[in-house]
C-alpha cells in the first residue's frame, strides 16, 4: 500500500476550510492512489465546530482518507506533515487593507513557525494563505530556521486565475488559452498582474488586446481589488475561490510546468533574477520540476511600465517587513 501523505490544514473550522480540506482527500490533486491523513489546527474555542467539519469529512466517506486529526495544538497538527497549508488567521473585513491584519494574525506565525521547524517531515512544504500571506510566510519561514527556505510559499495562484478569467473573457477565448499570466510582489492592491508577457492562443495578450487602456486600467484594477470586491458583495472573503487556488498551487508544485508557460507563488526572494530585494516573499513567474522544486523564469524582459509596477510592490513588502521585524 503506499504510504499516506500528511497535510496539515489551520483554520479547519473557518470559511476556507471547509472547501479545501474536503478535496484534499478526493483524489484530485495528489491522484487517486494516493491515500492523505488530514492534520487540522484550530483555536481552542473553535474545536467544537471543527468537531462538525470532522463528522461532515467522515460522512463524505472519502476512500483515500485514512485518518483524521483534530487539534488546538500545533506540535501534534504539524507532526511529520509533508503538506502544511496554512489557512487559520483573520479575514479583512470590508474597508480593510490585508496589511491591516499584520499585529493580529502576524504572531499566530511566530509559534506556527516554531511548530512546523520543530515537528514537520524532512520533506514539509508550506503554502500560507492566511493575510497578509506573503509577510506572514516571512514570519513563520524567520521562525523555523531549520526548514530550508525554498520550502515556503505564499499564495498569489488566486490573482493568478483572477487575470488569467479577465483576460479570457476580454477576448472571448476559453480560459485554456491564456497562458504566462505571471504575478508580481505582494497579495494586495500593488500586486503586479503582468499582462506584458501573457499569451493569449500563443500569441502575446498586448497583440490580442489591443486596449492598452484597459489592461492598464481596469484590468489591472479588477484583479488588483478583486478581494474587496468579494467582501463588498458577499460580505466576506473569497474563499471557495481560495481553496481552489490553494490546491492550483500545490498542483503546480508536484506537476511538471508546461513547456514554455509558468504559474505563480510568492517564494524567498533571495537569488531572483529581476533584482528585487533578499529577504522578502515575492510573487515571481515560476517553473517546477513536477517534485516540488521550483526555479524562477529567468530572462523576461521587463519595459520601464513593469518596471515601475515591480518596484512599487516591492516597496510595500519592505514596508511591511519593518513591520514585523520584532517577529522575525
Ligand atoms: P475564517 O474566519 O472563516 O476562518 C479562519 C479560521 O482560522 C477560524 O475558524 C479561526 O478560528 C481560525 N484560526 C484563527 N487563529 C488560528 C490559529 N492560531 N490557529 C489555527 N486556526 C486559527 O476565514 P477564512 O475566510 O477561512 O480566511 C482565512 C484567511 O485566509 C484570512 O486571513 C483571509 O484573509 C485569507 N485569505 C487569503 C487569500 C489569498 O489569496 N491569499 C484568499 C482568501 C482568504
Ligand atoms: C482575496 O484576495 O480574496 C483574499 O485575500 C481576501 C481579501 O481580504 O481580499
Redesign the pocket.
Known amino acids: 500500500m503506499t504510504t499516506p501523505i500528511r497535510i496539515a490544514v ?9 472547501s479545501l480540506l474536503f478535496r484534499l482527500g478526493n483524489g484530485e490533486v495528489f491522484g487517486p492512489d494516493q491515500p492523505v491523513i488530514l492534520q487540522i ?3 481552542t ?2 474545536m467544537e ?2 468537531k462538525g467539519v470532522v463528522m461532515e469529512l467522515k460522512d463524505s466517506a472519502q476512500p483515500l482518507v485514512h485518518d483524521i486529526i483534530a487539534t ?1 495544538d ?1 506540535n501534534v497538527a504539524f507532526k511529520d506533515a509533508n503538506w502544511v497549508i496554512l ?6 473585513g470590508p474597508g480593510m487593507e ?1 496589511a491591516d ?1 499584520l499585529s493580529e ?1 502576524g504572531k ?1 506565525f511566530v ?2 513557525g516554531k511548530a512546523i521547524n520543530d515537528n514537520a517531515a524532512s520533506d514539509v512544504r508550506i503554502v ?4 497578509p ?1 506573503n509577510t506572514n510566510c516571512l514570519v513563520a519561514k524567520s521562525n523555523a530556521p531549520d526548514i530550508p527556505a525554498d520550502r515556503w510559499f ?6 493568478q486565475n483572477r487575470a488569467q478569467s479577465q483576460l479570457a473573457d476580454k477576448a472571448g477565448v476559453l480560459l485554456k488559452e491564456v497562458t504566462n499570466v505571471g504575478i508580481w510582489g505582494n ?1 494586495s492592491a500593488t500586486q503586479f498582474p503582468n499582462f506584458e508577457h501573457a499569451k493569449i492562443s500563443g500569441k502575446p495578450a498586448t497583440e490580442v488586446i489591443t486596449d492598452r487602456e484597459w489592461l492598464e486600467g481596469e484590468f489591472m484594477t479588477t484583479v488588483q481589488k478583486r ?1 474587496a470586491a468579494i467582501i463588498a458583495a458577499r460580505g ?4 471557495a ?2 481553496a481552489n ?1 490553494a490546491l492550483d498551487t500545490i498542483r503546480s508544485l508536484i506537476t511538471p510546468t508546461p513547456a514554455g508557460d509558468w504559474f505563480s507563488a510568492a517564494v524567498w526572494s533571495n537569488g531572483n533574477p529581476y533584482g528585487i530585494a533578499d529577504g522578502i516573499f515575492y510573487s515571481f513567474p515560476l517553473r517546477s520540476d513536477g517534485k516540488g522544486n521550483w526555479e524562477f523564469v529567468d530572462g523576461l524582459e521587463l519595459s520601464d511600465y513593469a518596471k515601475s509596477k515591480i518596484k512599487a510592490t516591492e516597496e510595500e513588502l519592505l514596508s511591511e517587513r519593518e513591520d514585523v521585524k520584532t517577529m522575525l
Open positions: 489551520t483554520g479547519g473550522a473557518g470559511q476556507i476550510a471547509y489546527l484550530e483555536i474555542p473553535a465546530a471543527l488546538d500545533p489557512v487559520g488567521g483573520k479575514p479583512r490585508r491584519l494574525n499566530i509559534e506556527q500560507v494563505v492566511a493575510n500571506c505564499a499564495m498569489t495562484r488566486l490573482d497579495h478581494g466576506k472573503s473569497s474563499a475561490s481560495a487556488a
